[in-house]
T-cell receptor, first 114, second 114 residues
Framework: EPEVTQTPSHQVTQMGQEVILRCVPI?????FYWYRQILGQKVEFLVS????????KSEIFDDQFSVERPDGSNFTLKIRSTKLEDSAMYFC????????????FGPGTRLTVL | AQKVTQAQTEISVVEKEDVTLDCVYETRDTTYYLFWYKQPPSGELVFLIR??????QNEISGRYSWNFQKSTSSFNFTITASQVVDSAVYFCALDGTSGSRLTFGEGTQLTVNP
């Protein structure tokens, strides 16, 4: 069964460094998302992406964040200058079509900022 | 604004007991979708069910059942004859027509003891 994949599974970085989190959505899906989950807390929406542009973003998704679909298969989240509070699990999700379609999540990337 | 409330932070049961996880939501949208996701200790988010606001029929899938009551804005999840493998955090989520984001509840940590 097709699934969303994410790399790396765990990323450790120093405060102020740039990180890129990578996702490969399910191949026939058209809508892509990033969420984050700070340890022990609920899952929070960051951004949605469709037709090569951002559809919606939350207040968390400020100028230090950016997303890109550099080719036909990858979807990336870049954090330009990481802060301690960016430490969280980052989930990528994809949906086949239509805004209300089921979002299928990847296994997550645990980001630790030291 | 959308909100999902899962008032039960933690539930602990003994194997074979039935357990119900509560979910109450708030939205101004007349059309919306409700979801349940399971997050086992390994950390991934596993899709369980999606319901739209026009379909109030209860659903059963094996040991899982869902009770959607629009009048009380609730979408409760029951596991019958619980098993140790059911131990996980369960999230209820809402997707309204205004935007494409999932709004998650705080999650309920279910522990099933042998």
């Amino acid at each position: 069964e097709p699934e969303v994949t994410q790399t790396p599974s765990h990323q450790v970085t120093q405060m102020g460094q740039e990180v890129i989190l990578r996702c490969v959505p399910i191949s026939n899906h058209l809508y892509f998302y990033w969420y984050r989950q700070i340890l022990g807390q609920k899952v929070e929406f960051l951004v949605s992406f469709y037709n090569n542009e951002i559809s919606e973003k939350s207040e968390i998704f400020d100028d230090q964040f950016s997303v890109e679909r550099p080719d036909g298969s990858n979807f990336t989240l870049k954090i330009r200058s990481t802060k301690l509070e960016d430490s969280a699990m980052y989930f990528c999700a994809s949906a086949r079509g239509g805004q209300k379609d089921t979002q299928y999540f990847g296994p997550g990337t645990r980001l630790t900022v030291l | 604004a959308q909100k999902v409330t899962q008032a039960q932070t933690e539930i602990s049961v003994v194997e074979k007991e039935d357990v119900t996880l509560d979910c109450v939501y708030e939205t101004r949208d007349t059309t919306y979708y409700l979801f349940w996701y399971k997050q086992p200790p390994s950390g991934e988010l596993v899709f369980l069910i999606r319901r739209n606001s026009f379909d109030e029929q209860n659903e059963i899938s094996g040991r899982y059942s869902w009770n959607f009551q629009k009048s009380t804005s609730s979408f409760n999840f029951t596991i019958t004859a619980s098993q140790v493998v059911d131990s996980a955090v369960y999230f209820c989520a809402l997707d309204g027509t205004s935007g494409s984001r999932l709004t998650f509840g705080e999650g309920t940590q279910l522990t099933v003891n042998p």
